[in-house]
C-alpha cells in the first residue's frame, strides 16, 4: 500500500477509501477535476462568446497582414523584374 493511501485511510479513521478515489493512479487527475470545477464558476457563456469574438479578430488580422506581406512581395518582384528588362 502507497503511503499517500496509508495516510489518507488514516485520516478517515482507517476505514475504506471511498470507491471514486483511484488507488493505483498518480496522475493528478483529481486536481484537474478540482481546476475545472472551478474554472467553470468562473467561466459562463458570456466569457467564452467574448474570448470566441477576439479570437476570430486576431485570425481575420493575422489574415489581412498575410495577404499585406503577399501583395508588397508581388510588387517588389514586379519592380525588379521591369528593372532588368530596362538594363
Given amino acids: 500500500m502507497s503511503p499517500l493511501v496509508r495516510s489518507l485511510s488514516a485520516s478517515l479513521g482507517g476505514g475504506m477509501l471511498p470507491r471514486t478515489f483511484a488507488y493505483g493512479t498518480d496522475s493528478r487527475k483529481s486536481f484537474l477535476i478540482l481546476l475545472f ?22 485570425v481575420i488580422a493575422v489574415i489581412v497582414l498575410i495577404l499585406v506581406r503577399i501583395a508588397r512581395d508581388i510588387a517588389e518582384f514586379r519592380v525588379a523584374r521591369r528593372k532588368r528588362q530596362s538594363a
Fill in 37 to 58: 470545477g472551478g474554472l467553470s464558476c468562473v467561466i459562463n457563456g458570456d466569457t467564452v462568446s467574448a474570448v470566441l469574438k477576439q479570437a476570430t479578430w486576431l
